[in-house]
């Protein structure tokens, strides 16, 4: 507890670097095409990823952080999937050959807000466009109560085989303080739909730290779920950013837990999903020894980006849809966070990006060693080790990292402490330490 007292700061959670506030090259739409048209000579023979996010819901979340837009109209679903296709367009008027895709992921918002006929129109029609990689992985966020067995026969024919559901907690008080309903048995009932309909691996989203929560509700809750042996946990810490989502103002701090009753929320989930025959992966991920996010970890395959761990290595990521990052490698853009923006703007025939980032020589090295160590736990010594060594002297002092044999190594203590351990390596955030509220909690 007194490591986790020290070390309970605001930190990124590094699916980039430099982190999206330390963004400080401009990224004009000239400038964008032309990472686009380099990256895609450079990558697309190993494939790429397609990130696409779709923000409606039909009701808010309260602990939710995302970029989503509240409604019930489902009468625009069409015009925001024709947005998505016009956005698709631009990025295929770049590419110098047919795109050879080797992921999709479907984020949100809630993705199964969309009919299973219109995420087949939009997909197909993309899907129409580019090759398809044989060790290809699509997957989508479902939320248990509206994921009908259409919406799994339909994506699963399009070629997805892993989906990740949201379940946070089930005792109906946390439920109701953070507005988000799901009975076991509509999970038990989805979960069984989707593995007789060949789905391969199924993730379960939870969160400690909510409202209102505690040792005996999130253990009823673990319990319940790891008799459904879903392949994959996630088991985030919520990150309380009221001042970036007011919807989290629905409660206060007080309704919190304490810093060190959440330490010991995942402590008590980590233990039960260990019985269970779950495998730390890292930054708040289990697996099944069988699954492959768990084998990528193992062989050292596995790779971090904006879409979180993913089994693919691809080093061109396109982001279509409102808020979406895209990343070149060697550069970033964020699309316009409003709908009306993006979809005005591409309606104009231009790439809807409001803010991006060129990576500097040093940006790409920083970035390897921040990436190693989110997946590997582990990376070279360099020149970027001996210009913080007083940062790492510190780690090593509270046993969270070791040195052998020229490599910098993440202790089994310190892998509570992975974002910490990145931001030594995080030259942007100490060259300008954030005032005021930027980042969540590390605890």
Not at 244 to 253: A, I, T, V, W
Not at 342 to 359: D, E, S
Not at 391 to 410: G, Q, R, S, V, W
Request: net charge negative; proline share 4%; aromatic share 12%.
């Amino acid at each position: 507890m007194d490591l986790i007292s020290k070390y309970n700061i605001q930190a990124p959670r590094y699916t980039s670097y430099p982190t999206v506030p330390y963004w400080s090259n401009a990224m004009d739409e000239a400038t964008w095409k032309t990472h686009i048209q380099q990256a895609f000579i450079k990558y697309n023979t190993e494939g790429i990823s397609l990130y696409i996010h779709l923000p409606y819901c039909e009701s808010l979340c309260t602990y939710c952080a995302c970029n989503t837009r509240i409604t019930i109209n489902h009468k625009v679903e069409v015009p925001y999937i024709e947005s998505l296709l016009m956005e698709w367009q631009l990025y295929l008027n770049q590419f110098s050959g047919k795109p050879l895709i080797k992921e999709i992921h479907l984020g949100g918002g809630t993705p199964t807000f969309f009919s299973p006929e219109h995420l087949t129109f939009l997909l197909s029609t993309i899907l129409s466009t580019a090759n398809v990689a044989s060790n290809h992985d699509f997957s989508f966020e479902g939320h248990p109560a509206n994921t009908t067995n259409n919406h799994l026969q339909a994506l699963f024919h399009l070629g997805f085989k892993r989906v990740s559901f949201g379940i946070q907690d089930f005792n109906e008080k946390v439920q109701d303080t953070i507005n988000r309903y799901q009975t076991l048995e509509e999970v038990k009932t989805v979960t069984e739909q989707a593995r007789k309909i060949g789905y391969t691996s199924i993730n379960f989203d939870l969160v400690y730290g909510l409202p209102y929560q505690t040792t005996t509700s999130i253990t009823d809750t673990i319990t319940k779920i790891i008799l459904l042996k879903p392949e994959r946990i996630a088991f985030y810490s919520y990150a309380h950013v009221p001042w970036l989502k007011p919807g989290q103002r629905k409660y206060s701090e007080m309704d919190l837990p304490t810093d060190s009753y959440k330490r010991n929320l995942y402590e008590v989930g980590k233990k039960l999903f260990a019985e269970a025959g779950y495998l730390d992966i890292g930054m708040d991920h289990f697996a099944l020894p069988n699954d492959a996010l768990f084998q990528a970890f193992r062989n050292q395959s596995l790779h971090r980006n904006f879409m979180g761990y993913t089994t693919n290595t691809t080093k061109l990521l396109i982001g279509l849809g409102c808020s979406s990052i895209s990343d070149t490698w060697d550069g970033f853009a964020q699309n316009v966070k409003t709908v009306e923006a993006y979809r005005t703007m591409v309606a104009n025939g231009h790439f809807p990006i409001f803010k991006g980032h060129a990576l500097t020589p040093e940006d790409l090295i920083r970035r390897e060693h921040i990436l190693a160590l989110m997946c590997k736990h582990e990376t070279i010594l360099d020149a970027c080790y001996f210009e913080s060594k007083d940062k790492f002297e510190a780690l090593m002092e509270d046993e969270l990292i070791t040195i052998e044999d020229n490599k910098l190594i993440i202790t089994e203590t310190g892998k509570l402490f992975l974002r910490n351990i990145c931001l030594a390596y995080d030259k942007r955030y100490w060259m300008k330490v954030p005032q005021g509220n930027i980042f969540s909690t590390t605890a």
